[in-house]
């Protein structure tokens, strides 16, 4: 299921994207998070589905918000491996441990939100990536039950300032300005998902495909980096995890421009659908 958060006068409210007649619509599901909501199992869920009518607003009517609101947002560095010649072994480079940095929660903003290229950052870029939302409280798992403590996925572009990055070797000053982790558009159940280690993540910029790789060269799999983690931290209903971006395309590489006002970047992900972020200029 497509589970989503969206504005009303009443507040926000969650709800279950349903197809009726090849339209998207929104059937409301309360104000519970949307956590709550698959921890408390599928019979509401299948229940809003089945009453799902034309009478129901359209997708493209409603303010999408963040499906989730996390208490940590916890990202990886290098976790793709890059393309080598043959006959040399993909796994010669591979790091022992993922490389683990954290967004802080001023960096969160919904679908739809543009984001503010800010004045004093020279070189914004963004990074398409999986999301995995967690459902159960999670400390200390194993690697084998870590997928029964995610609620979903969705699509996280985590911008990030290149000049910023590189003034010292903690990447965070870098990733967490205002707005630089747009989320959404809604949240994937496991079941509609699918194995997190067989999705094709892309990117889209200027119309060209700059980034395009399956999440089957990961170096380290959703479930390992859930327990990975589980044993630093205990994960809690609505964290959210980012598991790295794929390498640009050596074209997109060489083109690399800084992104500025008025550029859209836009994020699809096998069965997770797009994420379109688009960039504004800051105040002179």
């Not at 170096?219 to 995890?241: K, N, W």
Request: charged share 25%; with cysteine; hydrophobic share 40%.
């Amino acid at each position: 299921m497509r589970l989503v958060r969206y504005s009303t006068e009443g507040g926000t409210r969650s709800g279950v994207v349903v197809t009726v007649d090849e339209v998207d619509r929104v059937v409301d599901l309360g104000p519970a998070a949307l956590t709550d909501l698959v921890a408390a199992g599928g019979d509401a869920l299948d229940g809003a589905v089945a009453r799902a009518d034309i009478t129901h607003p359209e997708l493209s009517s409603v303010q999408l918000e963040a499906p989730v609101r996390p208490g940590k947002i916890l990202c990886l560095g290098y976790n793709y491996r890059g393309h080598v010649p043959d006959g040399v072994d993909p796994t010669a480079d591979d790091p022992e441990f993922p490389d683990v940095f954290v967004k802080t929660p001023n960096t969160l903003r919904g679908p739809a939100d543009a984001v503010v290229v800010p004045t004093v950052a020279a070189d914004v870029d963004y990074e398409g990536e999986i999301a995995v939302v967690i459902g159960r409280r999670a400390k200390d798992i194993d690697e084998a039950t870590a997928l029964s403590h995610v609620a979903g996925y969705t699509i996280l572009n985590d911008v990030s300032d290149r000049s910023w990055q590189r003034r010292q070797s903690q990447w965070a000053m870098g990733k967490c300005f205002d707005g630089f982790a747009p989320l959404g558009p809604w949240l994937v159940t496991p079941d509609e998902a699918g194995d997190p280690q067989d999705m094709l993540v892309e990117v889209v910029r200027d119309g060209v495909v700059t980034v395009s790789q399956s999440t089957a060269t990961t170096i380290f799999s959703v479930a390992y980096v859930v327990s990975y983690l589980s044993r630093v931290m205990t994960l809690e209903p609505g964290d959210v995890i980012s598991t790295g971006t794929p390498q640009k395309l050596p074209d997109a590489q060489a083109a690399h421009r800084p992104l500025r006002d008025g550029d859209a970047v836009t994020v699809r992900i096998s069965r997770l659908g797009e994420l379109t972020t688009t960039f504004i200029g800051g105040p002179a």
